[in-house]
């Protein structure tokens, strides 16, 4: 699908680096010394200076953070603009708020408070930070990809020209940790990037070769550059810096450079945690005969030298790092960098296999903090120990390119939702809450409203089979370029519309459920960081929100805004199969932050809540929608809905039938279970006949708005109607414990039904039955609540 593009390796391409300003390098290695101070101090503070209440270890990543001091200060203080967007690798934390603090746009406070309530995050995070965070990083591998999607976004956005004039175009940055391409969530983005023919993309990689736990596999990197290079990225492999290049040219220097380039990743780190010493005795062993390396070892007599030499990695030579970039930035090509460095560089457990979690003792700390000439008490102060003048760092920093704005966040506008919003029909055969999910969308992008303009669909692979194909076929696939739909050129019939273009507004992605929630993460980010409010709807089976639930989790804790259409759903689905039904999805739906869960049975249901969601989606307290739904057809109720009933839903439901102030029961159903409760409801009203029948369009919304005013709430207020000592039955397809805290609510005894178990093929009358979901099942709760009296 991809055009075959130019590969970056061919060295023509690159355009010739001009050697950086001396001036400008010795700020930037100034500034750089001082950002690792910061960075180291901020973390010590935490956990050994500021008083601890509850005996647990603070933490924060001292070496971490150390590997990436420089790559990190030729980015933000050198090669970023304001328009750029970075995701910083999650334990560079302190480094990212240490270079803000620089700026002036992070306070000492936050600092002091690094890791406590309210102050600097662990990781950074774009809703609980005040520095103007892009992209929260925390699960590794998923910051990285959101960049991607950012990308696709971004052109998105911009080819469509839905930005306001004087929004540029930024790249997308991310300062990976190289053990995040350990999560296969990150090769799913290359994919997609490559098929969407990203641009504008860096990816630097801080390749220390540690993880976690170890001293991650030699040649790793041979084989993640393959996979770099084989989906259109230049590969940029920074690996030694001005010292080294320069020994390799000195007699002896052939040696020593096969020596280093054949070292194995862990004895490269013992020795760079051993010091000078040892680096001479392993060479005068290993290479010591060979020509010129005598010669070369009395050159750097001094082990300290000796040392500073062999740990001078490209990633810490901000010399080296400043002209890739320079080189870079000439085009767009999406990029690597493979920046070797040494994790803890300049600290004293640099290269120890054990120093992710290591922290300076404080005698450590002291020895540093005199290496840095900070003197006590001096240690928050921006500029102590910098021999170079205030006012000159300061006019430095002031013309840093990427802090020319602040903040960099947009707030666009919110889009109108149409008076008018579509209520399908139903024909005599009823219909499904999927099909109607795809008919409303049908119907918007008939229209000419500004909200179907801004609606962005995206799916899967799954885009036809969750009825998304007519607002597709109506609004076209999204590309970079314009492709024809070959099936439709050549006269093949079909009822799907397949052609791509900038002005589509389907983004179709391949089967990695990942990528679904960070695509949307992206776009319903499209306003705070490229000016154009979007609306992203993305349709995925149900269950499969599971493969994808960190990557969901993620999009709501950046407070991305979308809606999720997730169908079909529980062992409703029937025939298609027990592998694919979902249980627990509902009580995600309930568990998470940041989304609200829906479940109608019927279109006007399902029509309100949409309208409701678009502009939720968009409000200052608002957030993300998710519609669980289901392809089994219902025939419709004939009714209007009213604007009170519509509210009704949207709080989470409504009494069908309400129950006479001395009845002993009444039962409470979600979504696609409406028939059976109400043939139960039916058949029960001959013994009971004040029995209530309640619809629960939204378990989360109630029981959200029960935690937050239990007596005023309006699941209260329902349940009010319901007599003391009633009984309730509840009936979902998911799992019970959706709907069994109802009976907390006012006291009322509970028989709830759902299903927990997995999971077989069948059709509805002997799965219901299976699984106890039917009509005779509710009666049986039904009967064995009022026996229970
Ligand atoms: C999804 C996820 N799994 C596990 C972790 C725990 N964890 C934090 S850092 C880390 C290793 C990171 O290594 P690398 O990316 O190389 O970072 P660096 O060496 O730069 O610290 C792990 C396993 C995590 N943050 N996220
Ligand atoms: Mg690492």
């Known amino acids: 699908m991809a055009q075959a593009r130019i590969l970056p390796l061919n060295p023509a391409r690159r355009p010739a680096a001009t050697a950086p300003d001396p001036h400008h390098l010795k700020m930037l290695r100034a500034l750089e010394r001082k950002i690792l101070w910061l960075s180291s101090w901020m973390i010590h503070h935490a956990n050994q200076v500021r008083p601890r209440r509850d005996g647990l270890k603070v933490g924060g990543h001292q070496a971490s953070s150390a590997s990436s001091v420089t790559l990190l200060t030729a980015l933000y203080l050198h090669a970023l603009r304001s328009e750029d967007r970075v995701a910083v690798k999650p334990h560079a934390s302190p480094v990212f708020h240490a270079i803000q603090y620089l700026l002036g746009r992070q306070n000492v406070e936050n600092l002091k408070r690094f890791r406590a309530l309210g102050g600097a995050q662990s990781y950074p995070s774009r809703t609980k930070d005040v520095d103007d965070v892009d992209f929260s990083t925390g699960s590794v591998g998923l910051g990285v990809a959101s960049t991607l999607f950012a990308s696709i976004v971004q052109d998105y956005v911009q080819l469509k020209k839905l930005a306001p004039a004087g929004v540029k175009r930024g790249r997308m940055v991310a300062i990976v940790g190289d053990a995040e391409f350990d999560e296969g969530n990150v090769f799913e983005a290359m994919l997609e990037g490559w098929k969407h023919d990203v641009r504008d993309l860096w990816w630097v990689i801080d390749y220390n070769r540690q993880s976690l736990d170890s001293v991650v596999s030699d040649q790793l990197f041979q084989t993640i550059e393959r996979a770099f290079e084989g989906t259109g990225w230049r590969v940029v492999t920074l690996k030694y810096g001005k010292l080294l290049e320069e020994a390799f040219r000195q007699p002896g220097g052939a040696a020593l450079r096969r020596w280093i380039d054949e070292c194995p990743n862990a004895i490269y780190s013992a020795l760079c945690y051993k010091g000078g010493a040892a680096w001479r005795e392993h060479m005068r062993a290993e290479i010591g005969q060979e020509q010129g390396v005598a010669e070369l070892l009395a050159r750097y007599n001094d082990d300290d030298a000796l040392h500073r030499l062999m740990t001078n990695l490209a990633g810490h030579d901000i010399e080296s790092i400043v002209e890739a970039f320079d080189a870079a930035a000439a085009d767009d090509t999406p990029t690597c960098f493979i920046a070797y460095t040494i994790k803890g560089f300049g600290l004293p457990f640099a290269g120890h296999k054990d120093n992710h979690a290591g922290i300076m003792s404080d005698a450590q700390m002291s020895a540093f903090r005199d290496g840095m000439g900070v003197r006590p008490g001096e240690e928050w102060e921006r500029f102590a120990g910098m ?40 024909g005599s055969k009823g219909m499904s809450t999927q099909e109607g999910f795809g008919r409303i969308l049908y119907d918007l992008a008939g229209g000419s409203s500004e909200l179907a303009a801004r609606i962005v669909t995206t799916s899967p692979d799954v885009t036809v089979s969750t009825n998304l194909g007519g607002w597709v076929n109506r609004r076209g696939l999204f590309d970079r370029r314009d492709r024809s739909d070959v099936f439709k050129a050549e006269k093949v019939v079909s009822a799907q519309t397949w052609a791509m273009s900038p002005s589509g507004q389907h983004v179709e992605l391949g089967i990695a459920e990942n990528n679904l929630f960070l695509m949307l993460a992206a776009a319903g980010l499209a306003g705070p960081l490229f000016g154009a409010r979007l609306l992203p709807v993305g349709t995925l089976y149900d269950p499969f929100i599971e493969r994808g639930l960190d990557a969901l989790n993620y999009a709501c804790y950046q407070d991305s805004r979308f809606m999720l259409a997730a169908t079909p759903a529980g062992i409703t689905l029937a025939p298609e199969g027990g592998a694919h039904q979902s249980i627990a999805t509902p009580l995600i739906g309930i568990g998470q932050p940041g989304l609200s869960y829906f479940e109608p049975a019927y279109i006007d249901e399902l029509s309100a809540i949409m309208e409701w969601g678009f ?151 002997d799965l219901y039955r299976e699984y106890g979901l039917d009509a005779e099942a509710i009666l049986d709760a039904a009967a064995a609540l009022c026996l229970g009296r």
């Open 387 to 426: 021999d170079l003048a205030v006012p000159e760092i300061e006019r430095f920093l002031k013309d840093v390119p990427f802090a020319r704005q602040f903040p960099r966040r947009y707030a666009p506008k919110s889009v109108p939702v149409p008076g008018d919003f579509p209520v399908p029909a139903a």
């Open 615 to 765: 502009g939720h989606m968009q409000a200052e307290e608002g957030g993300s929608v998710y519609l669980r739904l289901s392809t089994r057809p219902l025939s419709q109720p004939e009714r209007r809905l009213d604007a009170r009933r519509k509210a009704e839903i949207v709080e989470g439901g409504y009494w069908v039938k309400p129950p006479s102030p001395d009845t002993d029961l009444a039962i409470a159903y979600v979504g696609a279970l409406a028939p059976e409760a109400a043939e139960a409801h039916r058949q029960i009203l001959e013994d009971v006949p004040g029995a209530g029948l309640l619809a629960i369009t939204s378990p989360d919304r109630l029981h959200a708005g029960w935690q937050e005013d239990p007596h005023g709430s309006h699941v209260s207020r329902l349940l009010g109607s319901l007599a003391p000592g009633a009984g309730l039955v509840t009936v979902i397809d998911g799992h019970p414990a959706t709907l069994s805290w109802l009976g907390s609510v006012r006291g009322h005894r509970i028989r709830a039904l759902g299903v927990d178990r997995f999971g077989q093929s069948g059709d509805i009358p």
